[in-house]
């Protein structure tokens, strides 16, 4: 039972969130049918890989509509232009580069690439967000990637001189035959690189509500490295990202020569500072979660009990794992702010927290809100100082209930 999705080693369980519903699946009627499975995290001490125990299947999570769109923050759209940018250094060089993206969402970053002229391919398995890409001018292949559509890409462009992904790799359960399709796609001196929320960070800040269906793997350094070890390449490099509350990018090569950058060893070392490397540093990460978690209760049943009003700002995928732990639901919170158009109307997943369009958090100016979208706080803070001038708080959560 629960053997290592990466190589078959009996895993340890780090924390159990108990019955979940998907994420993403915000529902339109109270009476909708809802999916629920076990969410819980496993640790493998072998390979150091922190990943999901059970996987709804993936057709449930990216279906035809599926809703999150990059290009909707500006402070992504910021990102993803320096990124292309890094890229289009990586291959100004080099004779006809091939640059591909799995995951390529809405083309926020290969769109910048394309517009270049430079040879790319984006790769993206849900249809809304690809249709929405092939109308920035980007390429793109609709389907999931893994060793047989690598095989098929080779045969069809040649090899690749840049493989890179964003937030993708963490969603791919069979990581192994993606690995296998890297090494099958890039070109011998080629170089994959790819960014996902940082383990480090996740454990640091407790902000366990990184942990939903979507994401299977939490990566670290340490499990990085390993997975390329087992297929031949090298990490070499690591750079550390602020975006979705603390990212990484991992930077691997083929082949075993070469040495590693300095900044691999720094973050090794940081790793296990925290113990990343064995469990006892995720008993510690459960306790702090738990903490968390009893505090912000108590915080919000205070402020209830002063008969004080509550809503909540950003409908994010992450906070159903947040709401559906704690049973925070619509007697504390009484609505949720977003501005998503699909979103607006709808109620969260499992808990039945209604969405209202942000044109009624203006109107209500709440005395107190808690922000799930946490991890755009500066930006939010920014657009909502008026708010905060008359008097508005904001709640926040990691590392530690705080209202300000
Ligand atoms: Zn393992």
Known sequence: MDKCKICKTQTKPVISFGKMPIANGFISSLNADEFFYDLKVLFCPNCFMVQLGQIPRPEMMFGETYAYISSTSSAMADHFKQQADEIIRLVSKRKDPFVVELGCNDGIMLKHIAEKGINHLGIEPANNVADLAKKTGVRVLTEFFDQKSAQKIARAHGPADVICASNTLLSIENLNSAFEGFNILLRDNGLLFFEDPYLFDIVSLSSFDQIYDEHIYYFSGHSVRELAKRHGMKLVKMNHQDVH???????????????????????????????????????????NVDNICRNLKNTLKKIKSGNNQIVGYGATSKSTT???????????????????????????????????????????????????????????????????????????????????
């Not at 973050?267 to 540093?281: A, F, P, Y």
């Open 245 to 287: 509350g603390g990212s990484m990018c991992y930077y691997i090569k083929k082949g075993t020569a070469g040495r590693p950058s300095a900044q691999v060893a720094k973050w090794l070392k940081k790793e296990k500072g925290l113990k990343l490397d064995r469990i006892t540093g995720y008993k510690r990460f459960k306790r």
């Open 322 to 404: 947040l709401l559906n732990y704690t049973r925070i639901g619509p007697k504390t919170i009484d609505y949720i702010s977003d501005n998503t158009p699909t979103k607006i109307g709808k109620f969260t997943p499992g808990m039945h927290i209604p969405i209202k369009a942000h044109s009624q958090f203006t109107k209500d100016s709440p005395p107190f809100t808690v922000l799930f979208a946490w991890n755009h706080k500066k930006e939010i803070f920014q657009k909502e100082k008026d708010y905060r001038k008359k008097g508005g708080k904001f709640i926040t959560y990691f590392p530690k209930v705080t209202i300000e």
